[in-house]
């Protein structure tokens, strides 16, 4: 939170610290509900937030299809959907604020909007056709880029699971497109996942990029596109429970109702060093004497 109110502060500008964030830590530490934080902060304190709370389900979900504006990208239509229906919900009244300066290609499934598109147009406008036409994902890229020059509010693009967008994904490209037998199409092959998985070229100008890893996938892909360098810079480490932070929370857990009475202590002690203080697997562990 510090760290977003800092490059507001400083509109953002790379000279002054403006910088892509990465949540890194042990698995169970809290990353995803650090991140959590960060975005239920930033929109409660007035930003525009972009959230990707799964990354992973939209490497192993859904469907793609080759692009009909680019060669040799493909399209990930319900994933598009779904990421512009999260917004619209979450932002309603903000992105019927914001007039759309950019247009959609021009192919025939966007034709409509095109046609209709007005200097009064709003991101809202965008998102609702984009929700409903045949061609979500270039509505999703077209909005994606819109956010690069908001200026309105500050703008947060948050993405869960961030490795996990890039290298392999789970599809596999459809055999003729370009190869002579099946390979898994890359991240940097599908137009709504590239959009979203190149923090370190993120252009706002009203705002910045947090993104958390995960130990779902490999992070090697991850660190070939964010130099050392760039990620020693950028990263926040979450780190485990101290042991006082620990017992804390057990109490606000009996507090709370969610624990019945407190562990003895060597079953306090016991449940500390099997979990490593790591939070996800202390409330794991801690479920199974609700």
């Known amino acids: 939170m510090e760290e977003l109110n800092r490059q507001r502060q400083n509109n953002f500008l790379q000279s002054k610290g403006g910088r892509p964030l990465f949540i890194d830590g042990l698995n169970g530490s809290g990353k995803s509900v650090a991140l959590a934080h960060a975005v239920i ?72 909007f095109n046609d209709s598109q007005t200097k009064n147009t709003t991101l809202l406008d965008l998102i609702d056709f984009g929700i409903t036409c045949d061609n979500p994902s270039e509505v999703f890229v077209a909005l994606r880029n819109e956010l690069d020059s908001v200026t ?69 892909a991850f660190h070939k596109q964010i130099s050392k360098e760039v990620f020693d810079q950028c990263k926040m480490t979450v780190t485990s429970y101290s042991y006082e932070e620990y017992r804390r929370r057990l109490s606000r857990f009996v507090e709370t109702g969610d624990l019945f009475y407190p562990p003895s202590t060597i079953t306090e002690q016991y449940i500390y060093q099997v979990c490593s203080g790591r939070p996800k697997h202390v409330a794991s562990y801690l479920s199974t004497l609700f």
């Not at 392999?168 to 991240?187: C, L, Q, Y």
């Not at 996942?193 to 090697?220: E, H, Q, W, Y």
Request: glycine share 8%; proline share 4%; charged share 25%.
């Open 152 to 220: 309105e509010y500050p703008v947060l693009i948050a993405v869960d699971e961030i490795n996990c967008l890039m290298g392999n994904t789970g599809f596999m490209k459809p055999v003729g497109m370009r190869e002579s037998k099946i390979h898994w199409a890359d991240g940097s092959e599908i137009s709504v996942i590239r959009c979203l998985n190149r923090p370190d070229k993120t252009t706002m100008v009203n705002g910045t990029f947090i993104g958390a890893l995960s130990t779902r996938r490999s992070v090697k």
């Open 41 to 112: 902060y930033a929109r409660a304190t007035g930003w525009l937030v972009l959230y990707v709370p799964e990354a992973y389900q939209f490497v192993s979900k859904y469907r793609i299809k080759p692009s009909q504006t680019r060669k040799w990208i493909y399209d990930l239509h319900e994933g598009a959907a779904v990421l512009m229906e999260n917004f619209r919900r979450s932002h309603h009244d903000k992105l019927g604020k914001i007039k759309m300066k950019g247009t959609l290609p021009r192919i025939d499934e966007l034709q409509a």
